[in-house]
């Protein structure tokens, strides 16, 4: 496998591929040319073979400089459970950690166990909120239009 820098040719693929990866209907202004072209260096994609299996998305944080951001991470459903994802995250925490930046953020939905048991595992912790659900502490309205969502942060250690 290897991990690249992903280059705005590449967001046709990753169109074609985003819904079925995801599990249902996704769409993101950042599958465009000019979101990859301004945020190269945060944006990876894995291959096996010549064949996208893998991308993530993130971003330096212009506003806390010591910050990075996960925004979004896919693996082809075929694929799981080979270390794709985890290599994606490496990649980014070894360029974070060059970059200067000492804290890694994500976040997910509530309801995704994997994926909440993948970051604890990758060594995130899950931020403290005033709501729980089902024990689990939740941002509540975090896009401003109702959504909720599971706050990680990472400590990033040269």
Partial sequence: MIIRHMEPED?????????HWW???YTSDMFSSWYIRHFRDTCLVAEEEGR???FLMGFWSQTLPD????????VDPAARGQGIGRA????LFEQAIASGRTTVRCVTAPWKKDSIAFHTKLGFRIEP???????VPVCLNYDGRGGQRVMFARRLSR
């Fill in 52 to 54: 996208m299996v893998g």
């Fill in 67 to 74: 910050e990075a951001y996960i925004r979004i991470v896919m």
């Fill in 23 to 25: 599990g249902s209907s």
């Fill in 11 to 19: 967001c046709g693929a990753i169109i074609a591929v985003a819904a």
């Fill in 88 to 91: 994606l995250y490496e990649k």
């Fill in 129 to 135: 909120q005033q709501q729980e659900l089902e024990g």
